[in-house]
């Protein structure tokens, strides 16, 4: 089965640097990848996604890449801000009907002012 | 509209109590998922249904833990009996299937629980 894994297990930057979360995937038919941010004591919320039909996705300062050659996808949060602190999730599907998520152990990150 | 509905959001039990988790998903999706989530990790999956077929249930400790979703609408979940290890938040979440869309999943608040 799909396993998933993300690193750094914890982030700190300086509000306005930018911030990078890598997770690798291994089951190459694989192709929806969705990222997560958990507040503390909130629910998951999907924040941005991409598909494997393309290479990049970008909202605002929120980015997304993926390599479906190496199996690895980033998200990438730039001009950081507090706000930015949670708990980040990546995971892994096929764009199926009914296809199980696999979740990433998560990224604590913490936006320092 | 409203999210996915989950209750109580806060439990405390003694052990080899039994305790139960109720989910109202988002009106027309037909896909529900419980997920265990516990401290500082990602949530696991404990089972799939859709409508109301349990179609994944591979990771749920039949032994002690059972779901049912009657009608193919709202869930619930319960565990009997407790044990200490089962203290984390228990995530519903659910997904529309939508042809050629995939299916993005929404979570509920969850529900905590502790065991002592």
């Known amino acids: 089965g799909e396993n998933v894994e993300q690193h750094p297990s914890t982030l700190s930057v300086q509000e306005g640097d930018s911030a990078v979360i890598k997770c690798t995937y291994s089951?190459?038919?694989?192709?929806?990848f969705p990222w997560y941010k958990q507040e503390l004591g909130k629910r998951p919320q999907l924040i941005i996604d991409i598909r494997s039909n393309v290479g990049e996705k970008k909202d605002q300062r929120i980015a997304v890449t993926l390599n479906k050659t190496a199996k690895h996808f980033s998200l990438h949060i730039t001009e950081t801000q507090p706000e930015d602190s949670a708990v980040y999730f990546c995971?892994?599907?096929?764009?199926?009907?009914?296809?199980?998520?696999?979740f990433g152990p998560g990224t604590r990150l913490s936006v320092l002012p | 509209e409203a999210g996915v509905v989950q209750s109580p959001r806060y439990k405390i039990i003694e052990k080899k109590q039994p305790v139960a988790f109720w989910c109202n998903p988002i009106s027309g999706h037909n896909t529900l998922y419980w997920y265990l989530q516990n401290l500082g990790q990602g949530p696991e999956l404990l089972i799939r249904?859709?409508?109301?077929?349990?179609?994944?249930d591979s990771q749920l400790p039949k032994d002690r833990f059972s779901a049912e979703r009657l009608k193919g609408v709202d869930s619930t979940l319960k565990i009997q009996p407790a044990e200490l290890g089962d203290s984390a938040v228990y995530l519903c979440?659910?997904?529309?299937?939508?042809?050629?869309?995939?299916?993005?999943?929404?979570f509920g608040e969850g529900s905590w629980l502790t065991v002592v």
């Open positions: 995971a892994a599907s096929r764009d199926n009907y009914g296809q199980n998520f696999v």
């Open positions: 979440a659910s997904s529309h299937r939508a042809s050629g869309s995939g299916n993005t999943i929404y």
């Open positions: 249904y859709e409508n109301e077929e349990a179609v994944d």
């Open positions: 089951d190459s038919a694989s192709n929806y």
